[in-house]
Every structure is written in C-alpha cells, then in structure tokens.
C-alpha cells in the first residue's frame, strides 16, 4: 500500500466509523486505515449499534457492510447518512440491494474485491469532501438496471424500449431538466460510472471543466450526489436530497 500517514501540520485525519458483523474482515480493515492515516472512530456489529454509535462519535464517514444482524446496513443507511457520509463496503452485488442502498442516502457502492487499499482510500477521502461518490463497475450497472427496472411515474406505455445507455443527446423524457448537449453527455458518462478524470479523457476536456459541468447537472437535477443524480437521469420518482458540492 503507497498511500502515505498525513503529514505533521496537515489537516485533521478522516474519522471513519466501520460497520461490519465479520470480526476478521472488520480488524483487517481498521488495521489497513489506521496504516492509510485514517482515523478509526469505532467499531460496530450491527446497523442499530452503528446508529447508536454514529450518533455519539459523530464521525466523518461510515463504512458500511450490507448483510449484517438486528439492522442492515441498506435499512441503517438512511439515519446514518443524516449524520455522516455513508460508503457501503460490500460483497453483494445484487442489483435491488444497490440501488436501495442509494436510495437512502449512501453516497456510494464498492465491492470488496474491485478495489484495492490505495483506491479504497482516495474513496473515502472524495466521498468526505463531496468530490466525487465512488461506485464500482458492478455497483454502477446494478444501480443502473434497478433504477431501469422502476418504471417513471408518468410512463404512459410499459411496452417503451430501453432508452440507450450513452447518447450526447437527450431522450425526449430528459427535456424537462434543461441540459446542454454537453451535459447530457456528461450525465450519461456519470451513469456509466465514470469518474470527473475517464469523463474528462473520453470528451477530451479538462478535469476542471468536467467539475463545472457537474456542478451544473446537480443544480439542474436538484441532488447531491452522482447516484441521486443517476435515479433523476433515469426518471425515477424518488425526491431528490438537499443540494451539496459534486
């Protein structure tokens, strides 16, 4: 692992709390973010001991497991993410579980094995500051086929086709949030799962410009976050959260 300790006089470590019923998974796990710089708040089994414990410790950031006892963590996911940033940390990739995790508040989705340490930091650091909310590839196309799968409130024939997953235009359903083109195939990328540096690569424009425009889509959308943001793209009729920096 390459990620280094803050420095001496550098800005206070991340507090992270971390949820997770496997005890052997949950000490590698403290032990890897201690060694990353991360400071490790507590520790829970359960979803209702996080909460119990979130609320107390008020921690930056909750890393939070799926499949745990008493409380799970896509149910404990909508109190926490009213305290703190919540990244889920997760085996599952079930594409209903992924979505409603989303759909409660967290800002993003990894599974375990499609990250390593240096990755999972530079997540959590993101997620922290609002710069980014990091799904893995699986993550992303789960989260995408369940928002597909939830019909739009105003869908007036079920027999519609899929709208295409990636067009620098938008569908004639996507009139009403007031995108550019440019935006739109900003939008589309996000849905993807692309990150502001593969946008940024792929339209051949800077990472700076890619922000803005990020900016604007959440303003336009009215969220806070690229998986509230992706539900809005799709035509789900979930209420947006309260706007925050992309």
């Not at 949950?26 to 507590?42: H, I, K, W």
Request: charged share 20%; glycine share 8%.
């Amino acid at each position: 692992m390459s990620v280094p300790p803050p420095r001496p006089g550098a800005a206070p470590p991340i507090r992270a709390l971390v949820v997770e019923d496997n005890p052997i998974v949950r000490s590698g796990l403290v032990t890897l973010l201690r060694a990353a710089g991360v400071e490790v708040a507590g520790e829970a089994v359960d979803g209702r001991h996080a909460i119990e414990l979130a609320e107390r410790l008020r921690p930056d950031i909750v890393l939070l497991d799926v499949r745990m006892p008493v409380l799970d963590g896509v149910a404990a996911a909508g109190p926490l993410s009213r305290i703190a940033k919540v990244l889920m940390l997760s085996y599952d990739t079930d594409a209903a579980v992924i979505g409603d995790a989303i759909r409660n508040g967290a800002s993003g989705y990894l599974v375990h094995g499609s990250f390593d340490m240096d990755e999972l930091v530079t997540a959590i650091r993101d997620t922290v500051g609002g710069r980014n909310s990091p799904l893995s590839p699986q993550a992303s196309m789960a989260v995408v086929a369940a928002i597909r799968r939830t019909p739009p409130a105003d869908a007036a024939d079920p027999a519609e086709p899929p709208r295409p997953e990636h067009a620098g235009t938008p569908a004639p359903g996507r009139a009403g949030f007031g995108l550019t083109p440019r935006e739109c195939a900003v939008m589309d990328l996000i849905a993807r799962g692309r990150t502001n540096a593969e946008i940024a690569a792929e339209l051949v424009i800077s990472e700076f410009t890619v922000k803005n425009h990020v900016n604007r889509i959440f303003a336009k959308l009215a969220v806070g976050t690229r998986g509230a943001a992706i539900a809005r793209w799709l035509r789900t009729d979930e209420p947006p959260p309260a706007p925050t920096d992309p």
